[in-house]
Nanobody, 116 residues
Framework: VQLQASGGGLVQAGGSPRLSCVASGDILAIDSTGWYRQAAGKQRELVAVITSSGTTNYADSVKGRFIISRDKAETTAYLQMNNLNGDDTGVYYC???????????WGQGTLVTVSS
């Protein structure tokens, strides 16, 4: 499984970038797709996740500001980020979990830097 994340960059506070994650390889039975982020000196944390049934879950810090979605084929996932603040700065990673013991994977990460 290969995951390619994109869409990061330098964003002004209050901005609304959208991250994309394209999955390729042995994508056969996705159970969930998630976005995680890691700020400098901190542990990686879950930001948002969407299951194959469409159920979504968000970290409290981004609820009401971020929206996770995916295309019908489940090969591309998105993270719409709104009203960014400095706490949203970090490297954002996408992750795919598959059923039946099939391979899961992590993207390489895309850096989002929020400037005030």
């Amino acid at each position: 499984v290969q995951l390619q994340a994109s869409g990061g960059g330098l964003v002004q506070a209050g901005g609304s970038p959208r991250l994309s994650c394209v999955a390729s390889g042995d994508i056969l039975a996705i159970d969930s797709t998630g976005w995680y982020r890691q700020a400098a000196g901190k542990q990686r944390e879950l930001v948002a996740v969407i299951t194959s049934s469409g159920t979504t879950n968000y970290a409290d810090s981004v609820k009401g500001r971020f929206i996770i979605s995916r295309d019908k084929a489940e090969t591309t996932a998105y993270l719409q980020m709104n009203n960014l603040n400095g706490d949203d700065t970090g490297v954002y990673y996408c992750n795919v979990q598959q059923r039946y013991g099939l391979p899961s994977g992590w993207g390489q990460g895309t850096l989002v830097t929020v400037s005030s």
